[in-house]
């Protein structure tokens, strides 16, 4: 029989919230990825560091100031990372506009500082902190974590997984770009990522290009009428021009999914493979190649997300957002 003080420990464990890091290059998909971090109590935002990608590195850490403040997160301590990929020159997305979090009128700027630490000092001083290990998520280029390995390997056994949104590997569809921007930014930091032994869980386009905000969806933000809720539904309208324009779908929600793992890690099916990334190519360059059958005899290096329950993943959303 369980003792009473079994059955508590047991229920603390039950209700005790995952502790992660969050990488991001805020980006209006990594912003509604900060507020469900916030929002979730099974999450405990433990530090947020930020790279350049969306935009250059000090708009998206004064874009991260200006989420976590706005959403009553200001004690969440963020750190400003790489300011370049680690071998290529600076490539911005497009997507987010100029500021990297365009469209967000109601957005007022920091009073909040970010900490005087690296980012890559940051995670490693967290992650050695910790008596257990952490998961990390992370939504940009990966140069912080390539970097953080280079730097810091005694960290590698304190990650407990790193959840990753990028790469694209079945591309079977005509929306789903041949390359996909994190991996194409720096695909030497993810190289590193790749070979360093790290459990790695790719959040690719395959299964982000699958949760699309259309008019079902902007119907059900529609109904938050919070403050935070109109924000959301300005950012989406600014967001998804690229893809309506480019490709005629909606804003797909690439970082909220990689983030809502934590929270509901069945909401994806995954494969193991082993995973390489193409560093020469001349229209592939930046691709990720998963060998399923095996054929390069190197074992998997990645878990990768090939399917994806949309319903359950929007339904998730839209209760972080409502209560
Ligand atoms: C990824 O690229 C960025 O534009 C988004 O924030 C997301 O992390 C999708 O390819
Ligand atoms: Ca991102």
Redesign the pocket.
Known sequence: PVTNAQREDLMTQAVRPTRILYD???????AIALVMAHRSPAVELVGVTTTC??AEIEKTTSNALRILEFIGAGNVPVAQGCYRPLARPLRL?T??GPSGLEGSPYLPQATIRPVDQHAVDFLAAKLLAEPEPMTVVA??PLSNIGLLILKHRNVLPKIRQLIW??G?FYRKSEII?PT????F?DPEALRIVLDSGVKLLMV??DV?MQVLVEEPQYAEFRKIDTELGKVVVDWLLFYEKLHRNSMGVGG?L??PL?LALVIDPPLVRTRPAHIGVDLTGTFAFGATVADFWNERGEPPNAEIATEVDADRFFELLYSLLRD
């Open positions: 991001c290059d805020p980006g209006h998909d990594d990608g969306n997305g997507a987010d939504t940009g949104m990028g694209v770009t996909e921007f994190n991996a930014c690719g386009l982000t797909a690439h970082d990689a």
